[in-house]
């Protein structure tokens, strides 16, 4: 019998598991599907000579991850990679905001918008490398993060803390208004407030389009060497190296509680699993309390709240095999590992609006991956790796484009949906589609279907709105990985602080764990936190 069982080997259950292991703990990671990662995995389905992300593909929050950092991934092989430009939102009159490597080139890039941008955008990048290392270590702590949070409280009040504070809470239409005189910088605020589900009139989209943006701009954009599943096989490879264990193709159907106590798991193939001291469900929040956690344990009053649990926007992707590198019009485009596809921050509102009323967009705001041009062994030398996601409403009402899509997401709907995903990329990449070798469609019940965390492809495991974050998250009142029930506890990007690779949910949910035993302090001082 392990010391503790981690439901999901998702980054998180992988973090956690890891976490545990470096305590002495061991540990069991039970994975439903037929290899470990979760939404950080890789293959050569679209093309044998290429490799394609399945999931997710960029991670600036996983370069600036304390949690990650210390668990020395170089050890077990893991290699980063850098796209010549971090990213570049083209637009059809040839213009183009970029953000550079080094700030000193974003600086001038968006001087040709407006000159007075490139001084503001070094204004900005100079708040964050005041503020940014304090805030980052505060988002990845439990929560209340008390030390951190006092740590950042003093850098805030010697840098004008409440002014900052007050801009991001913003929405970022109107911080992209204020801090810029031209269309670049807020181009570049907007589109990486989209990344999550926060359309540009919502409240603290301000503060995600700026830590994105931030975050790109001090660590990049970086992609595993080798593919996603480069990140997945380093943490595997860590834990078996401390004698954890990980079992694929073992999906959980229940955790067993006895005397309001998790004790262990149950199997689809029936197998008991005892855990001597905790269980950790790096799974969604309703499928932790609705599907896997008997009623009889949980208080009626977090079932009712859960019926307000929010997910995030639904996600459509689309893999491509290509002949040659992306024809963009704007030569600035050519280096970036990410491009971001809308005409403009109207577009992008007009594009959220539609996902609210239950719309299908009829011009989709397209996030592209150029992933051979981030990292060379992706694909034959002369090619490209690429792919490209959007948003969809969780729910479809109707359809704002020609296509009549009702969301059954037959063959016919999925092809319709992929061509109108493809012609945003030939709005400024004339000749785009003479490129496609082969092309792979990842519909929301097929992103679901691959990982049961992607509820109808919702990639954050919950919205990203103010109303569900911090001790909002799921519900109000929880804000940490502690449930009801003694031992158990909630390592997904359900609990705080949410969405992105980068371990902080699976290392709160450890940390926990270790806590209730009293070995907490061992950990922290063995990782010198």
């Not at 080997?9 to 002495?24: I, K, W, Y």
């Not at 990985?481 to 602080?497: D, F």
Request: a neutral charge.
């Amino acid at each position: 019998m392990p010391d503790a069982v981690v439901i999901g080997s998702g980054p998180n259950g992988l973090v956690a598991a890891n976490l545990l292991a470096d305590a002495g703990w061991s540990v069991e990671v039970l994975e439903a599907q037929s290899e470990p990662g979760g939404a950080v995995r890789s293959d050569r389905g679209v093309h044998p000579e290429y490799v394609s992300d399945l999931f997710s593909a960029f991670y600036p929050l996983a370069a600036a991850s304390p949690v990650l950092a210390h668990l020395d991934l170089a050890a077990d092989g893991l290699r980063w990679s850098h796209a010549p430009r971090v990213l570049a939102h083209p637009l059809t009159d040839g213009r183009c905001a970029v953000l550079e490597r080094r700030v000193h080139d974003t600086s001038a890039g968006l001087a040709a918008f407006a000159a007075n941008d490139a001084n503001a955008w070094q204004d900005m990048y100079d708040e964050w490398r005041r503020v940014g290392p304090d805030l980052v270590r505060t988002l990845f702590t439990p929560f209340p993060p008390v030390r951190a949070g006092l740590r950042l409280a003093r850098t805030l009040r010697a840098s004008g803390g409440l002014r900052l504070a007050r801009d991001l809470s913003l929405p970022v239409r109107r911080l992209g208004e204020e801090r810029f005189e031209g269309e670049g910088g807020r181009l570049l605020l907007a589109g990486n407030a989209l990344h999550a589900d926060l359309a540009p009139e919502a409240a603290g989209s301000g503060g995600f389009g700026w830590l994105m943006s931030m975050l790109g701009q001090s660590h990049g954009f970086p992609v595993p060497v080798g593919g996603a599943g480069a990140l997945t096989a380093a943490l595997v490879r860590r834990l078996q190296r401390r004698g954890g264990v990980v079992r694929c193709g073992e999906r959980v159907v229940s955790v067993d509680v006895r005397n309001g106590a998790a004790v262990g798991v149950r199997t689809a193939g029936g197998e008991a699993i005892g855990a001597r001291r905790a269980v950790l469900a790096a799974v969604s929040a309703p499928a932790l309390y609705r599907d896997l956690v008997a009623e009889e344990h949980l208080p009626s009053r977090l079932l009712r709240d859960l019926e307000r649990f929010q997910w995030d926007f639904a996600t459509f992707k689309v893999d491509w095999a290509l002949s040659r590198p992306v024809p963009w019009t704007a030569p600035q485009a050519v280096g970036a590992g990410t491009v971001h596809l809308a005409e403009g921050v109207d577009a992008l509102t007009r594009f959220a609006s539609q996902i609210a009323t239950g719309a299908v967009p009829d011009a989709p705001f397209v996030l592209f991956g150029q992933m051979t041009t981030a990292d060379a062994a992706r694909s034959p030398a002369g090619t490209e790796s690429a792919w490209a996601y959007t948003h969809l409403p969780q729910h479809i009402g109707s359809d704002a484009g020609p296509d009549h899509i009702t969301g059954r997401w037959d063959a016919g709907e999925q092809e319709a949906f992929a061509d109108r995903v493809e012609a945003q990329v030939e709005r400024v990449a004339p000749g785009f589609r003479a490129l496609v070798r082969a092309r792979r469609i990842l519909a929301p019940p097929t992103l679901q279907a691959m990982d049961q965390n992607l509820h109808n492809g919702a990639i954050n495991n919950g919205t990203a709105a103010l109303h569900q974050q911090a001790f909002f998250r799921p519900v109000p009142g929880t804000g940490r990985p502690e449930t009801p029930v003694k031992g158990l506890y909630l390592a997904s990007a359900a609990a705080h602080p949410g969405g992105g690779v980068h371990g902080a949910p699976g290392a709160n949910a450890a940390r926990a764990a270790l806590r209730r035993h009293g070995l907490h302090r061992l950990l922290h001082r063995a990782q010198r936190i």
